[in-house]
């Protein structure tokens, strides 16, 4: 198992997040019921719950790095669920932007392929562009 370490750039990090999200992460207590709730979970590298704690602990690029964030659709289920008031849905959405601040494309226009374009319809792409991109 991977030793934990909870470095100075690791805690700049999660307050980022928690800038950014207006959310405090540290009220979290497992309970996993956004993640219950969650339609995508399924899909999820990292489920929900299991973000919190990471992000609790410093792990934020073990999150961020993850499918998780982009994999959200921004439903509100979990945040609806929250018996602690977290939106986890803010929580996802910081992720998002801190990693799309480096530049960083989830999604790439020059990258979908011929077949895609053909029968996705342009809803899907206005709205993956919007929160996919830089
Ligand atoms: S907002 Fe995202 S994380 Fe929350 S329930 Fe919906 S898909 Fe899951
Ligand atoms: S529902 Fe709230 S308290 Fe429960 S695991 Fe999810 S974030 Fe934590």
Same mark, same amino acid.
């Given at each position: 198992m991977s030793e934990l370490k909870v470095t @100075? $750039?690791n805690?700049?990090? +999660?307050? @980022?997040?928690?800038? /950014? $999200? *207006?959310?405090?992460?540290?009220?979290?207590?497992q &309970?996993?019921? !956004?993640? $219950? *709730?969650?339609?995508?979970? *399924?899909?999820?590298d990292i489920v929900?719950s299991q973000a919190?704690k990471f992000l609790q602990l410093g792990e934020v690029e073990k999150v961020?790095e993850s499918?998780?964030?982009? +994999? !959200? =659709?921004? &439903?509100?289920? !979990? $945040? +609806?669920? &929250?018996?602690? *008031? /977290?939106?986890?849905?803010?929580?996802?959405?910081?992720?998002? =932007?801190?990693? =799309?601040? %480096?530049?960083?494309?989830? +999604?790439?226009?020059?990258? /979908?392929?011929?077949?895609?374009?053909?029968?996705?319809?342009?809803?899907?792409?206005?709205?993956?562009?919007?929160?996919? %991109?830089?």
């Amino acid at each position: 198992m991977s030793e934990l370490k909870v470095t @100075e $750039s690791n805690l700049e990090k +999660v307050d @980022e997040v928690i800038r /950014i $999200s *207006g959310q405090n992460i540290y009220s979290c207590y497992q &309970c996993g019921k !956004c993640t $219950s *709730g969650c339609p995508s979970a *399924g899909l999820m590298d990292i489920v929900p719950s299991q973000a919190m704690k990471f992000l609790q602990l410093g792990e934020v690029e073990k999150v961020s790095e993850s499918n998780t964030p982009w +994999v !959200c =659709l921004s &439903c509100f289920i !979990c $945040s +609806v669920r &929250c018996p602690k *008031g /977290i939106d986890i849905a803010a929580i996802m959405e910081a992720l998002r =932007l801190m990693k =799309l601040r %480096t530049n960083f494309d989830y +999604v790439h226009p020059n990258k /979908i392929q011929e077949e895609e374009r053909e029968i996705l319809p342009p809803i899907a792409f206005v709205s993956a562009f919007r929160k996919m %991109t830089p």
